[in-house]
């Protein structure tokens, strides 16, 4: 059984950082890609980050290029978001997902597995 578990959340100033780490268990993700995605209250799950397994190619979204790095680790089947000078709209759950195929990788739909969330507040 895949479990994704998400640490790293907490409540945090405007301008500060967070590193947010992802461990997976249940199977070896040597292809596919992990994702991470966020959602705030009363709106959608919105793409964040992805990256690669295999050649860990990163794409991320417009509103958090320049202060969201991905990164990720094979032999530990673990990820981490890295998350740079926030702003209180960054407030939100979020949530590491788990694609286990080549392909697509920036919609919720396109991955199998999901962890729990964890939530990261801003203050301003």
């Known amino acids: 059984q895949v479990q994704l578990v998400e640490s790293g959340g907490g409540l945090v100033q405007a301008g500060g950082s967070l590193r947010l780490s992802c461990a997976a268990s249940?199977?070896?993700?040597?292809?596919?890609?992990m994702g991470w995605f966020r959602q705030a209250p009363g709106k959608d799950r919105d793409f964040v980050a992805a990256i690669t397994w295999d050649r860990g190619v990163a794409y991320y979204a417009d509103s958090v290029k320049g202060r969201f790095t991905i990164s990720r680790d094979n032999t530990k089947n673990t990820v981490a978001l890295q998350i740079n000078s926030l702003t209180p709209e960054d407030t939100a759950v979020y949530y590491c997902?788990?694609?286990?195929?080549?392909?697509?990788?920036?919609?919720?739909?396109?991955?199998?597995?999901w962890g729990q969330g964890t939530q990261v507040t801003v203050s301003s």
């Open positions: 249940g199977r070896t993700f040597g292809t596919g890609a």
């Open positions: 997902a788990a694609r286990v195929l080549p392909g697509p990788m920036l919609s919720a739909s396109d991955y199998n597995y």
